[in-house]
């Protein structure tokens, strides 16, 4: 950790979280970053116009490399062969050799640089500058000058960037501005701004979780920390239950639902999706097992955080009723209507009967039917 007034950094066990000692360096140092591997930390001297390079083994200062006037930021290329130094006042990039710490040369920038950001395949390096805008350049290697490696576009972003972070696909980068106290966010692959995000007063830094699903932004006006989730989140579904069978169209609702490559409920892919925006889609159910289910959402940014929002229950059972148009019973004896005589064939109200012998059955007067002799009916 930096401490500008001390003139020096202090280094913390973050096991415990204690103060374990600190380390002189240049005059009013204001960043800290490490190479990919750590084994080296650059510390950038405001006020002294140089860095100090730390030893984090032994964490002393091998070397100090002079640099441009009022360095603010340091940021290693992917491989860590090389630092980048954002010198404001005199409006430059200096390179230094991360493998033998000297100088190689400066970038002549036209606007105040604050920030300096590989994408993680480093073919890209954005520079947040005084004058509200972001500089892409292709980078091919970087040899002597930004402007010799393709300066293919700048846009604008919010007042005063500070600080650009690419996230850990390099889809998004994240531009910290200070004055308008809000996060643009920048869809690298057409390098336009696709949203802004308020956050507290005068935010001076991002950092983003290891996994990548949250960025933290430091607010130096309002002495917070705003947390911004990064990846797919679903806050709930419509309906929220649906038989075991499958085929329920459900609607989702949620953020940063743009791009997804998948829709998964208990663990099984949706039979087909579609996205609407960012903030809604919808999927088909697959068959499930009956009990809460976790619907999941995944985009290039990550998946969103497993739940219940969504309950299979077993199917409705469903009873069919058929109407015979006739019907055969064995009896005995023979049909008599007791008002009249003996039937041997014929009908009986709803009864249709017949018979081989001479009586089927014997009515009585109240209509009760006594089979007498084999027959049927």
Same mark, same amino acid.
């Given at each position: *950790?930096a ?5 020096? #950094?202090?280094v ?21 970053a ?13 006020g ?16 100090? !490399?002079? /640099?441009?006037? =009022?360095? #603010? ?10 630092a980048?130094v ?8 200096? #390179? ?15 606007? *105040?640089?604050?920030? /300096? ?17 972001? =500089? @892409?350049?292709?980078n @091919?290697?970087?040899?002597? %000058? ?20 690419f996230?850990?696909?390099?889809r998004?980068?994240?531009? !910290? ?15 336009? !701004? ?9 935010? %001076? ?7 990548g ?14 947390v911004?989730?990064?990846?797919? *989140? ?12 499958g ?27 579609? &996205?609407? %925006? ?11 097992s ?16 497993? @739940?219940?929002?969504?309950?299979? &229950?077993?199917p ?8 015979p ?5 064995? *009896?005995?004896?023979? =049909?008599t ?18 018979s ?7 009515v009585?007067s109240?209509? &009760?039917?006594?089979? !007498?002799? &084999?027959?049927?009916?």
């Amino acid at each position: *950790m930096a401490n500008v007034s001390d003139n020096n #950094v202090s280094v913390i066990e973050t096991t415990s979280n204690t103060v374990t000692g600190t380390i002189a360096v240049g005059f009013a140092p204001i960043f800290v970053a490490f190479s990919p591997d750590g084994s080296k930390a650059y510390v950038a001297n405001s006020g002294s116009n140089n860095v100090s390079v730390i030893n984090t083994a032994n964490n002393t200062v091998t070397s100090t !490399v002079a /640099v441009g006037s =009022l360095p #603010v930021s340091v940021a290693f290329s992917p491989d860590g062969r090389k630092a980048y130094v954002a010198n404001t006042s005199s409006k430059t990039v200096s #390179v230094i050799n991360a493998e033998s710490n000297n100088l190689l040369w400066y970038y002549n920038l036209y606007d *105040m640089p604050f920030s /300096v950001a590989f994408s993680p395949d480093g073919t890209k390096a954005y520079v947040a500058t005084a004058g509200n805008y972001v =500089l @892409n350049y292709i980078n @091919n290697a970087l040899s002597t %000058n930004f402007y010799d490696n393709a300066l293919s576009s700048s846009f604008s972003v919010g007042s005063q960037p500070v600080s650009v972070v690419f996230n850990t696909n390099g889809r998004k980068a994240y531009v !910290v501005n200070s004055w308008s106290s809000n996060i643009s966010v920048i869809n690298t692959a057409s390098n336009t !701004v696709t949203s802004t995000i308020s956050v507290g007063t005068r935010p %001076n830094s991002i950092a983003f979780s290891p996994d990548g699903r949250k960025a933290y932004v430091a607010n130096a006006g309002s002495n917070d920390v705003s947390v911004i989730t990064t990846s797919p *989140m679903v806050t709930s579904v419509s309906p929220t239950s649906g038989t075991t069978l499958g085929g329920t169209s459900i609607i989702i609702t949620g953020t940063n639902l743009s791009g997804t490559t998948d829709i998964s409920v208990g663990g099984v892919a949706c039979s087909a999706f579609n &996205v609407t %925006n960012s903030t809604t889609a919808t999927c088909t159910s697959p068959e499930g097992s009956a009990g809460s289910a976790s619907v999941l959402v995944t985009t290039p940014d990550g998946t969103n955080a497993a @739940n219940t929002l969504f309950t299979y &229950v077993p199917p409705t059972p469903t009873l069919t009723f058929a109407r015979p148009t006739s019907a055969s019973v064995a *009896m005995l004896g023979s =049909l008599t209507n007791a008002a009249t005589s003996t039937l041997s064939g014929g009908s009986y109200g709803a009864i249709t009967y017949s018979s081989s012998n001479a009586g089927v059955a014997s009515v009585n007067s109240s209509g &009760v039917i006594t089979p !007498v002799s &084999v027959g049927s009916a």
